[in-house]
Nanobody, 124 residues
């Protein structure tokens, strides 16, 4: 199994920056793509950014040009650099990992993993 722990959330003024981190532990060889999602009050959870094992990325239109997703495989850590933050970015941010069913001869299970979330609040 894979465990994910987010950090780096907090309160920031509009226009400011934050960097979120997601530390993965456990069966990390089973991780394929990883992503950041968020859930704002009264809204459904939405994809913010995603990065594949080959470092291809995609972003929600609302964050393109402001947020950057990256991963350090040596440290088993996923990052989200958030610049030019807006009040509408206020949400709980969750880290997600897609899990292979098999990685070579190693059985991984194929079930995704989620972190507990970190609160980001942007004041106007």
């Amino acid at each position: 199994q894979v465990q994910l722990v987010e950090s780096g959330g907090g309160l920031v003024q509009a226009g400011g920056s934050l960097r979120l981190s997601c530390a993965a532990s456990g069966d990390t060889i089973c991780i394929s793509a990883m992503g950041w999602y968020r859930r704002a009050p009264g809204k459904e959870r939405e994809l913010v950014a995603r990065i594949t094992s080959g470092d291809s990325t995609n972003y929600a239109d609302s964050v393109k040009g402001r947020f950057t997703i990256s991963r350090d495989n040596a440290k088993n850590t996923l990052y989200l650099q958030m610049n030019s933050l807006r009040p509408e970015d206020t949400a709980v941010y969750y880290c997600n990992a897609d899990i292979f069913t098999w990685r070579g001869s190693h059985y991984c299970g194929g079930f995704g993993s989620w972190g507990q979330g970190t609160q980001v609040t942007v004041s106007s």
